[in-house]
Nanobody, 119 residues
Framework: QVQLVESGGGLVQPGGSLRISCAASGSIDSVYAMGWYRQAPAQQRELVGFITAGGNTNYAYSLRDRIAISRDNAKNMVFLQMNSLKPEDTAVYYC?????????????WGQGTQVTVSS
């Protein structure tokens, strides 16, 4: 079984920064692209960005100047650094990854971590 577990969410003031993490665990053969989505109240889940196994990144156009995604392949972890946070960044942030386990490649989701931007 494979699990994705996010951590590092919380309350941050406007203009602040936050780094959230996601760790993949379980019987893992390979981890391919890893990324982040977010879902604000009453809105659809949207892509924040992703990073390939080789380290190439792709960010949502509206966020590209304020975020950075990185990964630690040895630990099967992905990170999202967010800067200059705004109240509209408030959302549940979900980790997503393509993982091969037991010879089967599938897409997995974490349970989400709440990020609240408020003074």
């Amino acid at each position: 079984q494979v699990q994705l577990v996010e951590s590092g969410g919380g309350l941050v003031q406007p203009g602040g920064s936050l780094r959230i993490s996601c760790a993949a665990s379980g019987s893992i053969d390979s981890v391919y692209a890893m990324g982040w989505y977010r879902q604000a109240p009453a809105q659809q889940r949207e892509l924040v960005g992703f990073i390939t196994a080789g380290g190439n990144t792709n960010y949502a156009y509206s966020l590209r100047d304020r975020i950075a995604i990185s990964r630690d392949n040895a630990k099967n972890m992905v990170f999202l650094q967010m800067n200059s946070l705004k109240p509209e960044d408030t959302a549940v942030y979900y980790c997503n990854a393509d993982i091969e386990s037991g010879g089967v490649r599938a897409n997995y989701w974490g349970q989400g971590t709440q990020v609240t931007v408020s003074s």
